[in-house]
């Protein structure tokens, strides 16, 4: 009797531990979405860089450094491709295992909690805004339930690297004439390249690869499609090519997307068009190819046939600027989005023309949605400002290096001018950190801002104009 007492207890303290769990979480998620998200990807990180410690991880058969292990699963989860050591020399076929899993978690995990944070604001806002939301093409009417939003996005996922690997699977079959590593590098270059993770299992990168046509066009269309965004694939696929029904952040997103990869192919062309350590000594059509390339690349998807610090000072930064640009909302892609770069353009044109609001494609953009952009770029600005003068400090190197670095990782690209791979613990940290603030922290701060506009001003100050410019 004493003992069936014992276990009553025990029971019922266990079940009081799990409703105060689940009330926790319930209350954690509720009063604060970002956070949540933000929790979540924290402890995905620590749990990819304790299975990355482990001694069968590696080549050597012994546990990594720390230092290393971390800014690697960082880097994974974050989809973001910088690495602090050579993939293919330094993990095992487990560890290299281990990566592909973190970058398939970590880009399902980007994709599906940027809508749910999307959806938990909508229906926290009133019935204008979540209208407003559905022209967006992410609210509860257009996309269903939360469940229905989760199967669609990991879905969406699995057809398009499917159809990826369907096409790399055998031409590395065929390029290496061996069956299991053929399988093994399509599949991790499938999923590599649509997360725009841009991790890479050779030794020597793709430069072997920059003459094959099939690998680097399937791999260029896998970052492209990663880079647009689950909302806009989602419109893309339910309304086909009728443009007037695709929502206007499709259509912004389209037409800036496509105007960077122009502008930068083009940019890029140029400048290395002459360059003998990059694509001086290519043929016309793989100097256009590798331009391309690059173009999309630079974006996000941070793969390379050539070595970035062998480019020109110029040409590096041009690769700043559209690393910071990024891509669409909802994607894999890092950077403060093409759509911010367009809300912010838009609302110059209107001040140059002397219009009270801004306009694009018959829609009207609220000035909070310009609030909300200005704040993303600053707050952008101020982490790459900080890590760049951090690693400045660290290494005393000259700016171009640690601002290339600082700006690939807080946009999630993975580009890297060679520094990473020499930076001692303390730089990698920064770099970490940086990746997890530019991923998780851009998400949830635009998140955080959107859902602070509920609060309605009981009362107004006197308008006061300070002298701008």
């Not at 019922?12 to 954690?28: I, P, T």
């Not at 290339?404 to 890297?416: C, D, M, P, R």
Request: aromatic share 8%.
């Amino acid at each position: 009797m004493a003992r069936d007492t014992r276990t009553e207890r025990s029971s019922g303290n266990e079940g009081v531990l799990r409703a105060r769990l689940r009330q926790g979480l319930r209350r954690l998620t509720g009063t604060s979405p970002a956070r949540a998200a933000m929790m979540i990807f924290a402890v995905t990180i620590a749990v990819f860089a304790s299975l990355l410690m482990m001694p069968w991880s590696t080549v050597a058969g012994r546990s990594p450094e720390f230092h290393d292990a971390l800014f690697v699963a960082t880097s994974a989860v974050t989809v973001t491709g910088l690495t602090s050591v050579n993939t293919a020399d330094h993990w095992s076929f487990a560890g290299e295992l281990v990566i592909l899993i973190g970058i398939q978690v970590g880009g399902l995990g980007i994709i599906t909690i940027a809508a749910l944070l999307a959806i938990s604001v909508t229906r926290n806002l009133g019935l204008r805004t979540r209208l407003v939301a559905q022209e967006g093409g992410i609210s509860t009417g257009a996309m269903g339930e939360t469940g229905q939003v989760i199967r669609t996005v990991v879905i969406c996922s699995a057809v398009v690297e499917a159809a990826l690997a369907m096409v790399l699977i055998p031409r590395f079959i065929h390029l290496e004439d061996d069956l299991a590593s053929g399988v093994w590098h399509g599949l991790f270059y499938a999923i590599s390249s649509f997360n725009n993770a841009g991790f890479v299992v050779h030794s020597g990168g793709l430069d072997g690869f920059g003459a094959d046509p099939v690998v680097i066009w399937t791999i260029m269309a896998g970052v492209f499609l990663g880079s647009l965004g689950f909302p806009v694939l989602f419109m893309l696929w339910r309304n086909r090519w009728h443009v007037r029904r695709w929502s206007l952040h499709t259509k912004l997103t389209l037409q800036v997307t496509l105007l960077l990869l122009v502008v930068g192919a083009l940019l890029y062309g140029i400048m290395e068009w002459s360059n003998t350590n990059t694509i001086g000594e290519m043929s016309v059509w793989e100097k256009v190819q590798n331009s391309l390339f690059a173009s999309v690349n630079m974006r996000s998807g941070g793969f390379s046939v050539v070595e970035s610090n062998m480019e020109n000072s110029e040409t590096m930064l041009i690769s700043d600027a559209l690393m910071f640009a990024g891509g669409g909302s909802a994607s894999t892609a890092g950077g403060i989005k093409v759509t911010t770069i367009a809300v912010i353009w838009l609302a110059f044109l209107a001040e140059a023309r002397g219009d009270a609001e801004s306009t694009a494609h018959g829609r009207t953009i609220p000035a909070s949605a310009v609030r909300v952009a200005v704040s993303v770029v600053a707050m952008g600005a101020t982490l790459v400002l900080i890590s760049t003068v951090w690693l400045m400090y660290i290494t005393g190197l000259d700016m171009g290096r640690p601002l290339y670095e600082s700006i690939s990782a807080f946009a999630t690209v993975g580009l890297t001018a060679g520094l990473s791979a020499d930076l001692p613990p303390e730089g990698l940290y920064v770099l970490a950190a940086l990746m997890f603030a530019g991923r998780v922290g851009i998400i949830t701060f635009a998140a955080s801002l959107t859902v602070r506009q509920r609060s309605r001003v009981r009362y107004r100050y006197p308008e006061g104009r300070p002298m701008i410019g």
